[in-house]
């Protein structure tokens, strides 16, 4: 089992900057990729970012390209996103979560362990 656990959301103006963490707790961390999902009020969940377990590849939604940052620091059991330029778009719960293996995938039925969310609400 893999425990997850949220932090950095709440409400900034658009182009403003969060910084999402996520820290792990339970099993190996590096045993696993680490994603990031959001979900928008009356929108099904979509895929933000991933990094594989060295944090070594890292892949991204073009929504999100350019201006939203993945990373992990195994030593900390934590994965971060950094998020710059936000948009009244990005508002949503934004979610954690671990895959089912090292290597790093978009798709939400690959991970195996998710946190329990945490808003981001970026006004105009």
């Known amino acids: 089992q893999v425990q997850l656990v949220e932090s950095g959301g709440g409400l900034v103006q658009a182009g403003d900057s969060l910084r999402l963490s996520c820290a792990a707790s339970?099993?190996?961390?590096?045993?696993?990729?680490m994603g990031w999902f959001r979900q928008a009020p009356g929108k099904e969940r979509e895929f933000v970012a991933t990094?594989?377990?060295?944090?070594?590849?890292?892949y991204y939604a073009d929504s999100v390209k350019g201006r939203f940052t993945i990373s992990r620091d195994n030593a900390k059991n934590t994965v971060y996103l950094q998020m710059n330029n936000l948009k009244p778009e990005d508002t949503a719960v934004y979610y954690c979560?671990?895959?089912?293996?090292?290597?790093?995938?978009?798709?939400?039925?690959?991970?195996?362990?998710w946190g329990q969310g945490t808003q981001v609400t970026v006004s105009s």
């Open positions: 990094i594989s377990w060295s944090g070594g590849s890292t």
């Open positions: 979560a671990a895959a089912r293996s090292r290597g790093y995938s978009y798709k939400d039925n690959e991970y195996a362990y």
């Open positions: 339970g099993r190996t961390f590096t045993w696993y990729a």
